[in-house]
């Protein structure tokens, strides 16, 4: 079928098998290789991208449910080249060790701010509880979620206070 | 919301790269034109452990379009063995599976789908052979045999590690205290699954990229088992998403190298899929040990008598090598004069067991603190205090017989823990439980031995290039599994050299390019490859301020300074910038190459003579973990509400990887004695993949303290030891210390379920209070 969305904001429109996994298609067709898979069971979260801004595992995803949408995976959460917040945050704070968890992560965590500004660390962790981690123990990934959140409210608060 | 204290340490040179998904692993690298190979295992549908193979057919496969071949055990050149230390796991069974994964056969296709299509094709005549799945079972005289006609049936290996007379110090010891206890077999689950690529160049090369923790020794694990030339065998290690010990050794490898020689040159891929991950995957060994532990009235520690049973399953792997560690750190990090530890390593038909993190001292830690424990409740002294009085100090001898030159400061990890609120207010913590919940606090001292140990060099060799335009490589030999060593290289590199972190560039392990180095394990990553590493930069800057002396035409080098971005003559305050400098230098003369072998024990005892590699060791690191605990007393499930772990790794190279380390491990440690709860029948694995085998999620864990002891360690790069391992070895013993506090009981069999914890609670007088 002829398939047509968007990936980190660029126009896509590709023959492909209606059954084809979504993951596939971003990896192999699309070159996203930012897009990880860990267990291809919906499991491990590895594989997370954003589809109008909600956290979907792409590996339970079939080609076909993509029409039409916005995909944004970890390489799209920031603006143009710069890293989101999040990923920035990641680094700093020690969010990242062998990182192949890491852009679902930031894809999870992303969304959570989008959508709650303020988290608390409980909610940060539930947020991401649908991805696994086997490298951190996810207190450093919960400290750098909080600092991105920290760092987008005072730059939005900076932002509004613009003549 | 409470504010994150800022970030301690420069970040990690390659965090953001991944956390912007940009860095390639092995898992990303697939050729245009590659094809796709995969293993039939038949064994696991046919839910067969153990089997005589009668016929492989792979007619239907052949037919389905895409296949391009299927191998069998025929079509294999060389030994057809695999294997690290004993050469005992065929690539393909011809004969005899051991194990549900073995595989009979390899399928290579030219699309994913039809590689998929043709392994479920394929098709084996597998007659079912008596299997043995318990290890004491597969002593008995006439046990089936694992490896038929093997000299020594099914006992890998049986080891004795003695000091001074156990058995008659223990008939007259004061108090002793007895037990037995179970640690089970956990999955390494890192989230790359095992992969790799594959290609036979034209020159006979054979060219790969693998997940792999030791590439360099793979090249000789590989020519033996599919008769090559292990200097025609090119690996490259890019970063690992994940290892922990379960990608040390080959897992793809020896297929894909198998599958390569047979593409007619294209190359081949190959990635295991999360059930084959944990079906064919080397796993922790499940391990039972028996102890008796002989005290004075004061706490003293007389005697250790303690009696190890390993299974390693179907394959030898690294089971001697594993259970040499178990034993030899069976007394924990105390003082004793006598102690007597037997340890038997034995075949069975249930998966294969190898290295992971902790390697074989996660499972004796709970033991011997268990028993610590039972001790100080028998003697009615605080458990802190039983640990204080017997902890290993400086210049002690420590149960294997080796007295401790390195560094020791495992009362500074007890002291850290003693003056912590988190210990200090537990009478009170505990005394607050809500209703139908019961709280404890627990605490555990470990150990563990860094490095290969005696018998074979833990060298590494360094390599740094000063580029034409100025900057440095960094050629590291030792695979980044993701515990962050490649980026202390650069972070030591940038310091040894003065250089700005952005003239640093840091290669990842290529067979080609670097040298020798070891594997990525056993503590001794940053240790070993980190003092070969400074040892290179030095003589790098000595090379450049002599050369520098000469072009400045200074009399003396040593009058020069080696600055940012140049060679500086401070008197006069002329510079020559490295960028002039690497242009005037031939290639040659701007490589500098070091290497640094890792100190053994001096007069090792004269015991474990069964060990021919790897004992003992004389570097260790310590740790003491505390853990806050609520367990309610409806369901038995236990929430860990607070970790806290004070490590001494030495001196600490970088705050923020030092923490990571001793977070990881204790995550890792806890889903090991809480939730990893690998199940399996007639050597079946029963838990074959995520949503059945749980690790835990970051609802399952607390936020952690991490404290660092003020230590060095004088024969580390920068005084540091590695702290890799002993964060693994704490939380299965400090769980079962807190549920102790919580319930009276004392659990020896780990992961610590809530059926577990409930029956637990049942049976002992202080759980059936109200």
């Given at each position: 079928?002829?398939?047509?969305?968007?990936?980190?904001?660029?126009?896509?429109?590709?023959?492909?098998?209606?059954?084809?996994?979504?993951?596939?298609?971003?990896?192999?067709?699309?070159?996203?290789?930012?897009?990880?898979?860990?267990?291809?069971?919906?499991?491990?979260?590895?594989?997370?991208?954003?589809?109008?801004?909600?956290?979907?595992?792409?590996?339970?995803?079939?080609?076909?449910?993509?029409?039409?949408?916005?995909?944004?995976?970890?390489?799209?959460?920031?603006?143009?080249?710069?890293?989101?917040?999040?990923?920035?945050?990641?680094?700093?704070?020690?969010?990242?060790?062998?990182?192949?968890?890491?852009?679902?992560?930031?894809?999870?965590?992303?969304?959570?701010?989008?959508?709650?500004?303020?988290?608390?660390?409980?909610?940060?962790?539930?947020?991401?509880?649908?991805?696994?981690?086997?490298?951190?123990?996810?207190?450093?990934?919960?400290?750098?979620?909080?600092?991105?959140?920290?760092?987008?409210?005072?730059?939005?608060?900076?932002?509004?206070?613009?003549? | 919301?409470?504010?994150?204290?800022?970030?301690?340490?420069?970040?990690?040179?390659?965090?953001?790269?991944?956390?912007?998904?940009?860095?390639?692993?092995?898992?990303?690298?697939?050729?245009?034109?590659?094809?796709?190979?995969?293993?039939?295992?038949?064994?696991?549908?046919?839910?067969?452990?153990?089997?005589?193979?009668?016929?492989?057919?792979?007619?239907?496969?052949?037919?389905?379009?895409?296949?391009?071949?299927?191998?069998?055990?025929?079509?294999?050149?060389?030994?057809?063995?695999?294997?690290i230390v004993h050469?005992?796991?065929?690539?393909?069974?011809?004969?005899?599976?051991?194990?549900?994964?073995?595989?009979?056969?390899?399928?290579?296709?030219?699309?994913?789908?039809?590689?998929?299509?043709?392994?479920?094709?394929?098709?084996?005549?597998?007659?079912?052979?008596?299997?043995?799945?318990?290890?004491?079972?597969?002593?008995?005289?006439?046990?089936?045999?694992?490896?038929?006609?093997?000299?020594?049936?099914?006992l890998l290996l049986g080891a004795?590690?003695?000091?001074?007379?156990?058995?008659?110090?223990?008939?007259?010891?004061?108090?002793?205290?007895?037990?037995?206890?179970?640690?089970?077999?956990?999955?390494?689950?890192?989230?790359?699954?095992?992969?790799?690529?594959?290609?036979?160049?034209?020159?006979?090369?054979?060219?790969?990229?693998?997940?792999?923790?030791?590439?360099?020794?793979?090249?000789?694990?590989?020519?033996?088992?599919?008769?090559?030339?292990?200097?025609?065998?090119?690996?490259?290690?890019?970063?690992?998403?994940?290892?922990?010990?379960?990608?040390?050794?080959?897992?793809?490898?020896?297929?894909?190298?198998?599958?390569?020689?047979?593409?007619?040159?294209?190359?081949?891929?190959?990635?295991?899929?999360?059930?084959?991950?944990?079906?064919?995957?080397?796993?922790?060994h499940?391990?039972?040990?028996?102890?008796?532990?002989?005290?004075?009235?004061?706490?003293?520690?007389?005697?250790?008598?303690?009696?190890?049973?390993f299974?390693t399953?179907?394959?030898a792997h690294l089971g001697a090598e594993v259970m040499e560690l178990s034993m030899?750190?069976?007394?924990?990090?105390?003082?004793?004069?006598?102690?007597?530890?037997?340890g038997r390593c034995v075949?069975?038909?249930?998966?294969?067991?190898?290295?992971?993190?902790?390697?074989g001292?996660?499972?004796?830690?709970?033991?011997?603190?268990?028993?610590?424990?039972?001790?100080?409740?028998?003697?009615?002294?605080?458990?802190?205090?039983?640990?204080?009085?017997?902890?290993?100090?400086?210049?002690?001898?420590?149960?294997?017989?080796?007295?401790?030159?390195?560094?020791?400061?495992?009362?500074?990890?007890?002291?850290?823990?003693?003056?912590?609120?988190?210990?200090?207010?537990?009478?009170?913590?505990?005394?607050?439980?809500?209703?139908?919940?019961?709280?404890?606090?627990?605490?555990?001292?470990?150990?563990?031995?860094?490095?290969?140990?005696?018998?074979?060099?833990?060298?590494?060799?360094?390599?740094?290039?000063?580029?034409?335009?100025?900057?440095?490589?960094?050629?590291?030999?030792?695979?980044?599994?993701?515990?962050?060593?490649?980026?202390?290289?650069?972070?030591?590199?940038?310091?040894?050299?003065?250089?700005?972190?952005?003239?640093?560039?840091?290669?990842?392990?290529?067979?080609?390019?670097?040298?020798?180095?070891?594997?990525?394990?056993?503590?001794?990553?940053?240790?070993?490859?980190?003092?070969?590493?400074?040892?290179?930069?030095?003589?790098?800057?000595?090379?450049?301020?002599?050369?520098?002396?000469?072009?400045?035409?200074?009399?003396?080098?040593?009058?020069?300074?080696?600055?940012?971005?140049?060679?500086?003559?401070?008197?006069?305050?002329?510079?020559?910038?490295?960028?002039?400098?690497?242009?005037?230098?031939?290639?040659?003369?701007?490589?500098?190459?070091?290497?640094?072998?890792?100190?053994?024990?001096?007069?090792?005892?004269?015991?474990?003579?069964a060990f021919m590699i790897g004992f003992?060791?004389?570097?260790?690191?310590?740790?003491?973990?505390?853990?806050?605990?609520?367990?309610?007393?409806?369901?038995?499930?236990?929430?860990?509400?607070?970790?806290?772990?004070?490590?001494?790794?030495?001196?600490?190279?970088?705050?923020?990887?030092?923490?990571?380390?001793?977070?990881?491990?204790?995550?890792?440690?806890?889903?090991?004695?809480?939730?990893?709860?690998?199940?399996?029948?007639?050597?079946?694995?029963?838990?074959?993949?995520?949503?059945?085998?749980?690790?835990?999620?970051?609802?399952?864990?607390?936020?952690?303290?991490?404290?660092?002891?003020?230590?060095?360690?004088?024969?580390?790069?920068?005084?540091?030891?590695?702290?890799?391992?002993?964060?693994?070895?704490?939380?299965?013993?400090?769980?079962?210390?807190?549920?102790?506090?919580?319930?009276?009981?004392?659990?020896?069999?780990?992961?610590?379920?809530?059926?577990?914890?409930?029956?637990?609670?049942?049976?002992?007088?202080?759980?059936?209070?109200?």
């Amino acid at each position: 079928m002829m398939l047509c969305f968007t990936l980190n904001g660029r126009a896509v429109s590709l023959d492909v098998a209606p059954d084809r996994r979504a993951v596939d298609l971003l990896r192999e067709d699309l070159g996203a290789l930012d897009v990880k898979e860990g267990c291809g069971t919906g499991e491990c979260g590895a594989c997370s991208v954003l589809i109008d801004g909600v956290q979907k595992l792409s590996c339970l995803l079939l080609a076909a449910q993509l029409e039409g949408c916005a995909v944004v995976t970890a390489a799209g959460l920031g603006e143009g080249d710069a890293p989101h917040a999040v990923q920035r945050a990641f680094a700093e704070h020690g969010a990242v060790q062998c990182g192949f968890c890491s852009p679902g992560m930031a894809v999870a965590a992303a969304a959570l701010l989008a959508g709650n500004p303020q988290p608390t660390r409980q909610e940060i962790r539930r947020a991401i509880s649908g991805n696994l981690c086997r490298c951190t123990g996810y207190a450093m990934i919960v400290d750098a979620v909080e600092a991105a959140a920290q760092e987008l409210a005072q730059a939005n608060a900076e932002e509004g206070g613009k003549p | 919301m409470t504010k994150p204290p800022a970030p301690p340490s420069p970040p990690r040179a390659d965090a953001l790269q991944k956390a912007i998904g940009a860095e390639r692993y092995t898992f990303d690298i697939q050729a245009e034109d590659c094809l796709f190979a995969g293993a039939y295992r038949p064994g696991a549908a046919a839910k067969i452990a153990h089997g005589r193979v009668r016929a492989v057919d792979a007619a239907a496969a052949l037919a389905v379009p895409g296949v391009v071949r299927v191998l069998t055990a025929a079509d294999v050149p060389g030994a057809n063995r695999q294997g690290i230390v004993h050469k005992d796991q065929p690539v393909l069974c011809g004969e005899v599976i051991r194990h549900c994964g073995d595989p009979v056969a390899l399928v290579l296709a030219a699309t994913p789908d039809a590689l998929r299509e043709g392994l479920a094709a394929m098709r084996a005549d597998i007659e079912p052979l008596p299997g043995v799945f318990d290890p004491e079972a597969a002593l008995k005289k006439d046990a089936p045999q694992v490896h038929a006609g093997r000299k020594g049936g099914n006992l890998l290996l049986g080891a004795l590690i003695e000091k001074g007379n156990a058995r008659a110090a223990l008939k007259t010891a004061p108090v002793v205290v007895r037990g037995r206890f179970s640690t089970p077999v956990q999955e390494h689950a890192f989230l790359e699954t095992q992969c790799g690529q594959a290609q036979l160049l034209p020159d006979g090369v054979l060219d790969m990229t693998v997940s792999t923790q030791s590439p360099f020794r793979d090249r000789f694990e590989i020519g033996h088992a599919l008769g090559l030339d292990p200097f025609k065998i090119h690996i490259r290690a890019p970063h690992l998403g994940g290892g922990f010990g379960g990608k040390d050794g080959s897992t793809v490898q020896c297929l894909l190298g198998l599958a390569a020689l047979k593409a007619g040159g294209r190359p081949v891929r190959m990635v295991w899929d999360r059930e084959e991950s944990i079906l064919a995957g080397y796993k922790r060994h499940a391990v039972r040990l028996r102890y008796a532990l002989g005290a004075e009235r004061d706490g003293t520690l007389v005697a250790l008598s303690c009696r190890v049973v390993f299974d390693t399953g179907a394959y030898a792997h690294l089971g001697a090598e594993v259970m040499e560690l178990s034993m030899e750190h069976a007394a924990g990090p105390y003082r004793i004069a006598h102690a007597r530890v037997e340890g038997r390593c034995v075949y069975t038909n249930n998966p294969v067991a190898g290295a992971f993190r902790g390697f074989g001292v996660a499972q004796v830690s709970p033991a011997f603190e268990g028993l610590m424990d039972e001790l100080a409740a028998k003697l009615g002294l605080d458990p802190l205090e039983l640990r204080r009085i017997n902890a290993l100090s400086p210049g002690d001898e420590n149960s294997a017989g080796v007295r401790l030159g390195g560094s020791v400061h495992l009362n500074e990890c007890l002291d850290a823990v003693a003056a912590h609120p988190l210990w200090t207010t537990r009478a009170q913590w505990q005394a607050e439980a809500p209703p139908f919940a019961r709280r404890g606090v627990g605490l555990a001292a470990v150990f563990n031995g860094m490095g290969y140990g005696r018998g074979l060099a833990d060298m590494a060799i360094a390599k740094v290039e000063l580029t034409g335009t100025g900057g440095f490589l960094v050629y590291s030999a030792v695979a980044d599994m993701g515990q962050g060593n490649s980026s202390a290289f650069a972070f030591l590199a940038s310091q040894e050299l003065n250089q700005e972190a952005a003239a640093i560039t840091l290669l990842q392990p290529d067979t080609e390019r670097c040298h020798p180095s070891g594997s990525s394990s056993a503590g001794r990553t940053t240790y070993t490859y980190g003092n070969a590493l400074l040892k290179a930069c030095a003589a790098m800057r000595e090379k450049l301020l002599a050369r520098g002396a000469a072009i400045l035409m200074v009399d003396r080098a040593q009058d020069l300074e080696l600055v940012p971005g140049a060679v500086r003559h401070p008197a006069t305050g002329r510079t020559l910038p490295l960028a002039l400098l690497g242009r005037l230098l031939h290639r040659d003369d701007r490589l500098a190459v070091s290497e640094f072998i890792m100190p053994v024990a001096e007069n090792p005892p004269d015991t474990g003579r069964a060990f021919m590699i790897g004992f003992p060791h004389c570097i260790f690191a310590f740790a003491a973990h505390l853990a806050r605990i609520e367990v309610d007393g409806l369901t038995g499930r236990v929430r860990v509400c607070d970790y806290l772990c004070a490590t001494d790794g030495g001196r600490v190279l970088h705050r923020q990887g030092f923490d990571q380390q001793a977070q990881g491990g204790a995550a890792q440690g806890l889903g090991y004695a809480l939730f990893e709860d690998f199940r399996q029948r007639d050597g079946n694995i029963l838990t074959r993949d995520l949503s059945t085998y749980l690790i835990p999620t970051a609802l399952d864990l607390p936020d952690m303290a991490s404290l660092a002891a003020k230590g060095c360690e004088q024969s580390g790069p920068r005084g540091l030891k590695g702290v890799g391992e002993v964060g693994m070895n704490g939380p299965g013993p400090a769980i079962a210390a807190a549920l102790y506090a919580a319930t009276g009981a004392h659990l020896r069999d780990l992961p610590f379920t809530p059926e577990r914890v409930l029956a637990a609670l049942k049976k002992s007088p202080r759980g059936r209070r109200p």
